[in-house]
Each structure stands twice: as C-alpha cells, then as structure tokens.
C-alpha cells in the first residue's frame, strides 16, 4: 500500500550555498540525491517533507580529486563511479570493495556517496507500509511510543547499513559538511551516533560535501553477510585496514556496519599492535567483536546469527589482509 | 537477416520462441494495468488492521460524503461467499461480521483519483472487537482454542486418513526403519506483475466486462455471476498479457470480485492496481508445512513402508485448502513402486492470509522430506543416492496403490543422464571439505483428471477457424501467462495441418469467441489443450484433404500435406498450394470453424476412496536432478555451483519452451530451498516487498543443465507431458543432500539461509565440546 507523492515541491539549487538557502526558506526540507533511500522510505509514507533539494546539480559535489598524496571524494559521486574508480581501488580496496557491493547495480548508478553514509537506519517494523505501521501502532522511530525490538527500553534500536561508512572509518576518512554556519571538517566517526531515531550528528540545513581520505592508507578490505549477493542491504558488514611490521600487526583498525545503529570502529584493537596475526589473536578478535556487536530483532535474521557472522568475517579479513602481507 | 517461413516448422529438435514473446520483449503487450484506463475510476480497498474479530461498527458515510467519491461498497454489498471448490467456500469477497487475518478486506473505494481514493479510505470508521488469533498449527490446534469457522472444529478444514497396503508388515519385515520431522516455511509466487484488473459495467445494457491477471477465465467468470447476481450470459471475461502466475491466480481473487462490485456501484470502469504488499497479503501460495515421515527400507534399498503425517498451515479460509492437503498425501505415489503407505493429513486455519495452489501444488514439501529421508537412509545403509532411487522404479504401464494411473515413465534415463552429466560417479564423496554434491527425484500431474467443476464436458475444446484469407485461427480458453500454452496450441496445430506456424494465430482468453477452458493450472494445458488442438485441427485436415482429392481427382486417404502442398504421391502434376486447397474447401460452405476436445476417461480419474481423484492423471513427469554446492561454515552461506536436470516430458513439443520451463522451476524450487519465505509479526506481513521477500538474484543462480528425455506417453499430444512443474520438487531436497555431503550436517527445516544454517553448525561444535568433555571425563 504505496503512499502517493503529492504536492512536494522540488528545488534545483546550481550551488552548495543555494541548496542551504533553499533548506532555510523552508525548514523540514530534505536533501536528495540518488534518492535510493529517502524515496523509497517518502513511498511507505516516511521521511515527510514538503521540499526535496535536489543536489545533483551541483557541480562541486561531484569530483574525486587527489590531494598530496590523500584523496577527496565529492559527495555527489555516484556509488558506481566510486567503485569503478582505478585510484580508489589500488589504494583503497575497502571502499572500492564495499562500493561494488551496493546494493544491486541500478542503485549504485543512482546512489551517490553523501546519501549512502546519510542512509537511514533500518528496521522490520519501520521499513513498512503507512497501513502496516498503523496496524502496529506505528514505532518509536516514527509517529509510535514504544520500541517493538525492546520494548522495556527507551531508545530506538533500529540498525545502520550503510557499506561505504566502515571502509571510510578505517581508512581514516574525515568529512567536509556545510550549513547555514559555515563549514567545517569532522572525523567520519563523528558523524554517527548509537541511536536509531537520530543517528546523525548534522543540524538542520547541513550537508555533506566531501570525504577526505589520507594519504597512504594500511591495506584494507570490506565484506559483509546477506542472504543474496545482490540488493540486500548486510546483516553485518565488516572493514578491516591492518598494517604490518615484520610480520606482525602494527595496527589494526575493525569498523562494521550492520549491527548497530551507526557504524563503528571497534575498541580495542591497540592492544594487538607487535603480536603476531595467530589463531589466539583471531580468535580474540572475534570475542572483541562478538563484545561490541550489539545487533537486536530489526531483520529477521536472528540478532545472534548477526553478532556471530560479524565476528567470523572481522577474523577471516584480518587472516586475510595478514596473509597478504607475507607475499 | 531473412527468415525461412519453414524453418519454423524445425522446431523438432530445437523448438522456437514464442509467438507472443516479440510483442512483450519490444514492451508492446499490454498487460492489465496498462490498458486504456483513461476514464476509469480508481479503487482502493479498506483492509483489517486487525488478525481476529468481530467487526462491530462500520461507518462509510463520510467516505461516501467526500467530493470525488463515486461509490463506497461492504459487506453488505454481497450476501454471497466465494471460493474455487464448490465444497468449500466460506469467504466473503469483503468481510461480513468477522475478520480472521491482517489485510483482509473489508470496505472498498471508487473514486475519481487515487489521491481522493486513499483519503476517503481515512474517512472510514471502523470498530472491531478483537478475538485470539493464531499463528501457528499447533497454537490453532490447542483444545478450546477460538474457532474462526464455527463449523470446523479444532480449526480443521481437513483431516485425510488413507492406508494402502500392510504398512504395519511393511515396517515389520523393514532392515531399516527411519523417522524424521522435517518443516518447510511458508513462500509466496511472486509473480512479476502485481495484481490488478479494470472492471467496466454498462448500466444501459447491464453487462460486465471483465479484465483481470486471472489464469482461470472461467472460475472467475462463474464467480462474478455468483456474487453479483448476474447471468453468466451478461458477462465477458477478458485475459489480457499477464505477468507470470505460479498458481497465485488459479482461484477467482477477493480484489477482483470487490471491483467488480465497486464498478456496478458506480455504473461505470474501475481500475484497481494493488501494491506489492497488497499482492503478498492476497496470498493463496504454498503453506507453512510440518512433516513426520517414516520409511521402512531393505538392505537393497527397497522400500517396504511409509507412513507420513502432515500439517499445513492453511491460513484463514478454505482456498483450494482441501486439494492441497490431498495432493500431499496422493502425490507420495506415482514416483516410486511403495509397497504401503499410510497417510495423515491435516489442514489447519490460522489467522493468516490464505494460502493456496503454487508450482507443484501439494507435492512439493512431502517430496522434499521423501527424497531426504531416502538420502539418509542410503547413508545408514551404505548404498548411493542414486542405487536406492533405482531399487524402487516402476513399470509402466500400471496402477498405484491409491489407482493412479503410471502410462509412461522415464525416471530410469533421467537418473542415467544426472549421473553421467554430473559426473557423480568419480566426484561424490572426493570433493573438498564445504563442497557437495546432491540429488533428488520429483515427478507431478500433467493436467487433474477430474475436473473441479463436473460438468459432464469435456476436459478442453479448441475451436480452429478457416476462411478465404487462408489464415487459420486457433480459438482458445486456455490461459497464456507466459508459460508458452499459446505457441504450443498453434505448434500442434500447424503441425498437424503440415501448415507453417505463422500461418496460425491463437487467440485465447476472451469468454466472447473462445470456447470455455478450465484454465492454466495442474500443468494441464499441453496434455488436454494440446490433444484438443490436434483434433481440431485433424477435423479441418479431413475437410481440406477431401477438398484437394475432389482437386486432384483422387481419393483422401492417397493426399498427403506437407509444407502447406497438398500432394498424391511424387508428382508435379498431382499437387496443390495450400491457397487452392483452401478455396477448394470453401466452395458451398463458406468460412469452416470445426471444434475439436479432449476428455479424460473414467478410468484416469482415480481410485474410489474419498479424496481419490486428486493425484490422478493421464501422464505423470518425471525428474532426477542433481545439486552442487559449497557452503561457508564461517558465516553459514550456501551457495549453489551448478545444477543438473532432467526431465520426462513425453515429447518436447517445443524444446526451447521446455527448457525455460525446466530452469524456471528449479530455479523456484531453488528460491524456496535457499532464501524465499513469508514471515509475519503477530499476523502483519514482514515480507511484503521484493526487499524482504528474498527471491534468488541472478547473483545466486547457478548455470542450470537441463536435459530432455521422452517416454512418448501413449496418451499425451505428440506422446508429450507437462513440463513445467516437475523438476521443481527435486530441488530443495537435492541441495539440502548436498549440504549434507558438504559439511555432513542433515538441515531439517527450509529455507536454508545463513542464520539457520549457522545454528545448525553452532549447535554442532557445542556437541563436539560436550563430547571432548565427556571423554577427558571418562
């Protein structure tokens, strides 16, 4: 039961100072870009607004750009020209990684960078229809009083799933945002925060412009666990980027999607710096992520099947990245 | 490129595409809801937000008040329940007094948009007192439990007892016997296109013109007249392209008697689209099923007894509910020689959306616990997969316990052309840690001998027209919903005619010129529609050969067609185009319609007990596959490599359509076996999009081989059978017996997705701990 799109203006802003003034006019209105996510959630009657911005107009937002050695990516860079891209791929391999698997391929031809780490969080009780929310008494998230996942608590559990989020954390990445104030530049981790009402840290009338990765990054990759290998978003989605020294871990960074209500790094993995990438390390790895995981019932994949699976892909990427090293 | 007329007609061992494939791969076809809606209205429909309970006040009438509203209809606007058995049909096309599941409707809307559609919908007051509602058998089965159909006691729509055999001495003289209780999810079709239909009443002339997804024209029609009140003679239902079916429409729909409904009210057209979720919530697809089997085996492999209990989910009404539970009991036979068999069968209500008939109706999830028991079995036993399935073949022709008829039978080949194709011999058992390799054995109906509705008529008619344009059109009730039923029509009947394909248009589906057909359902279009066709097409021959003799000045047994040249003998001299042919044939008589049919005989409708005619068939398929796979015991994912089939279809009449239809039911047996299932939160649809409802991805479909085997049915058209539904079965069982060889885990429950399969290697390392444990203990 599809909610009917009426009456929604839209606004064509040419640059990132007309997009914040078209959101100051009129407060509640929304960014939009590939519109993959805010369309499909603005169809079951969620996301309401009387405005969308439409920012792919602006040509500001769509360049990759290398930098001393770093790398600036636009935030109006579609998912598939970042995964296409030669750079990002050879220095990178996690974003790469986690941008080829979007999704299916006609999502990741709309959706653009900016919106995939602005992605909404998920939930079976709120990724519903207007009728089937109503029929529930609507949920925490939206219009609702209480949390169906845990119902005792007070906060809404509903995860993030976002892919390319992850790979950014633990390559480092640091995000450019503007807003009616002016801009400023923030660590990615800073944009997240543990609550699936309002898990990101923008004010109203801010956007992202640009992710900036440094230079020289740890190798790195990105896998995740769905039920297909096409258009399902992950039930637990793991980057690592490892760095080794005479065959042992110098650092090593574990960020995952998925689980939580924001993507994460992984506390902790300090302590493994000078030890040898062994079955006892992987298997405190996994502990270590099995701890900080805190998936609840928002798929129907069992919160447990997601904890496990994350920390069995968190041990078999470090494995992974650790054996391709020695080569 | 150039196109021979006649290389066509070569499709006899490579088949053609088929003939309305141009028109939907250009997006020419028009399919419901693309046709001229222009000045219809928009309907929407009111649905229970509520599982279970009595509705005690219903207040339309500030719907009815809004501006742009044209009619708003209830319950109260039909008194008449619906249904697709005659013995079965307690639903109302729109609630009355009592909902029993999350989305059934209740009120409906015409309106001049959908906008003012939807918020008359808002308008609507409704009160309902809530009743228990149930979610699972077991809790529906509970004594004392809330009835939500006061004349079906313990929530039983059926209960089936049948024995055959001494199952008792069966067991008795068994080396092994083996019992397993093994459970299959609830899954949904799926079709591509969403439900819809436009529905177009004429106040002045009272008639009805119906457009609708139907695969049964003729349910519906009858429907319509019924809960209406209105002369079948004032209606006329027409199929437009359809999307895809699978069995989801092989029942007149509750949204297409309510339009109807909808467009009498408001004298005039009404479209109805329903949403994807909308689409899931009307339902009627394969049951959450529970299954106990028991197998009785010899040390050779051979079968002595079985004895299986089963317990199908049925949701809220009956549906085809009966037939399905029949099915799963008679459908454990016909595949292999089964000395006894005892059956238990129980279909249970619920306060779900009803299910009903899907790809491999009923004979599915009992297949899939036979053809793993059997696995299992051969494992204890130390014998092949494929030597315990070749230890209880049968011989045709015969008889089965329960009277089903077995006329042709080539499961022998097909589990030949497996092993060979799959390389079974040199890789089982020799593959790698996480890899595997299964098979399994499947067979089903080509079409049910006994019609639903007995009329004494024939099980199909096909009328074939001619006239001076030298065209031949095939007139046709049966149902073309992608499946190829129409290019398989105008194959048997050029084919018999000796007349290129092209020459030859099918029209189907319009109760206004073709004659009536029960519809697409049972994979019963190519063994009756098929056999009709030709004897059409052999009467209109008869008139045309006699045409040319009376031409050639010899006499119709000496002509010979071919090639559209009517010819005695060699000679030059003694032939004729088909043009002169035809206008020889008009000469007095003008335009030449002949009709041909086909009936099933007593003998083929099945045995006498209760319930027998269900099973029963004139020709059963058959299919061996085999399954490899590989499966990740870090994150529990099953992954399929490749797949081998084969099928008995009796003759492939159109080898090109027989393959897509293979690959497209393994790929289905697939979807349920791996991913797909319908999962409800207290009643409410969890799975109601193509997001959440996991159907497989080109991602996840493996090459598919399919091989075609032919035991020339005595009775099919050209020797053919069905060849759409057999190889379905074989799947879940196939993949599930691979796991098994891959990671030696035997997974009782389907889907498996990665979660289940995680608990099951979960819960296997805690026994090896427990087991470490209690040997350094001892």
Known sequence: ?????????????????????????????????????????????????????????????????????????????????????????????ALAEAAAGVAGPGHRNMATVGGNLCQDTRCIYYNQSEWWRNANSF????????????????????????????ALLVLGAAIEIAGPQGRRTIPLSELYVEDGLAHLALAEGELILAIQLPPAPPPSAYTKVRVRGAIDFPLAGVAVALATADAKVASLQIALTGTNSRPFVVAGTQDFAGRAVDEYLLKEIERLVQKQAQPMRTTIASANYRRVAAAALARRLTARLFAESAV | MTVDRFAANTFARRGVPLIDGIEKVTGRARYTADLDHADALVGRILRSPVSHGDIVRLDVSKAR????????????????????LPVAMNEYPLARDRVRYRGEPIAAVAAIDAETAEHALSLIELEINKLPAYYTSEEARVPGATLLHDNKPGNLEREVHHEFGDWREGFAT?????????????????QIEPHACLMDYDP???????????????????????????????????????????????????????????????????????????????????????????????????????????????????????????????????????????????????????????????????????????????????????????????????RTLNDLMVNSYGLAECLDRVEKASGWRDRIGKLPDGKGLGMACSHYVSGAAKPIHWTGEPHAVVNVRLDFDGGITALTGAAEIGQGSSTMVAIAVSETLGVALDRVTVVAGDSAVTPKDNGAYSSRITFMVGNAAIDAARRLKAILTEAAARKLEARPEDVEAAGEVFRVGSGEQSSLPFADVVKAALVDRGAITVSGSFTCPPE?????????????????????????????????????????????????????????????????????????????????????????????????????????????????????????????????PALVNAIANAIGIDLNEIPVTPDRVMDALIARRRQARLAETVRAAS
């Open chain 2, 204 to 398: 002045l002339t009272g008639r009805l013109t119906v457009q609708s997804v139907s695969q049964v024209g003729y349910y519906l029609h009858l429907m319509l007249a019924r809960c209406l009140d209105m002369d079948t003679s004032r209606i006329r239902v027409i199929k437009p392209f359809i999307g895809g079916g699978f069995g989801a429409r092989v029942e007149p729909l509750n949204f297409e008697i309510v339009t109807a409904l909808l467009a009498r009210a408001a004298a005039g057209k009404v479209l109805m689209k329903l949403s994807r979720e909308e689409t899931f919530i009307t339902h009627r697809a394969r049951p959450q099923t529970d299954i106990k089997l028991r197998l009785g085996m010899c040390r050779d492999g051979r079968i002595t007894a079985c004895a299986c209990e089963v317990v199908q989910r049925g949701g809220a009404y009956a549906g085809y509910g009966i037939i399905t539970i029949l099915y799963a009991g008679a459908l454990l036979q016909g595949l292999y020689d089964i000395p006894a068999i005892k059956y238990d069968g129980y279909r249970v209500y619920a306060n779900l959306p009803p299910c009903g008939a899907m790809r491999g109706h009923g004979g599915v999830n009992t297949r899939h616990a036979f053809e793993c028991l059997m696995d299992r079995m051969a494992r204890d036993l130390g014998l092949d997969p494929f030597a315990v399935r070749r230890a209880n073949l049968l011989h045709a022709p015969t």
């Open chain 1, 1 to 93: 039961m599809t909610t009917l799109l009426t009456g929604l203006r839209l606004a064509n802003p040419n640059s990132v100072e007309e997009a914040i003034a078209a959101c100051r006019d009129r407060p509640g209105s929304r960014f939009v870009a590939g519109g993959t996510d805010l369309l499909v959630n603005m169809r079951h009657g969620l996301s309401a607004t009387e405005q969308l911005i439409d920012l792919s107009g602006i040509d500001e937002l769509t360049m990759i750009a290398t930098n001393g050695g770093g790398v600036t990516i636009g935030a109006g860079v579609t998912v598939a020209a970042l995964a296409r891209s030669p750079g990002i791929a050879a220095q990178y391999r």
């Open chain 2, 604 to 732: 083929a409708q099945g045995g006498k007990h209760k319930g027998g005619a269900v099973g029963s068939t004139m020709g059963f398929s058959y299919a061996a596959q085999v399954v490899e796979v590989s499966v990740d015991d870090a994150t529990g994912m099953v992954t399929v490599d490749k797949v081998w089939t084969a099928l008995d279809c009796g003759h492939a009449i159109n080898p090109l359509a027989v393959e897509g239809q293979v690959q497209g039911s393994v790929w289905m047996g697939m979807g349920q076996a791996l991913c797909e299932e319908t999962r409800y939160l207290d009643g409410l649809p969890a799975h109601g999009s193509f997001l959440e409802y996991r159907m497989p991805t080109i991602a996840e479909s493996p090459p598919i081989e399919v091989h075609i085997v032919e035991s020339h049915d005595p009775y099919g058209p050209f020797g053919a059978k069905e060849a759409s539904e057999g190889a379905l079965a074989g799947f879940p």
């Open chain 2, 174 to 190: 068994a080396d092994l016997v083996r019992e397993e209780s093994i459970s299959c999810a609830e899954i949904n079709h799926a």
């Open chain 2, 65 to 84: 008040a809004l501006p742009g509203v044209v009619a708003v209809i209830t319950g109260e606007d039909c008194p008449h329940t619906y249904g697709v």
């Open chain 1, 139 to 166: 949920c925490l998230k939206h219009r609702g009083e209480i949390c169906h996942v845990a119902p005792q608590g007070k906060r809404c559990h509903a995860a993030y799933s976002g892919d390319l989020a992850p």
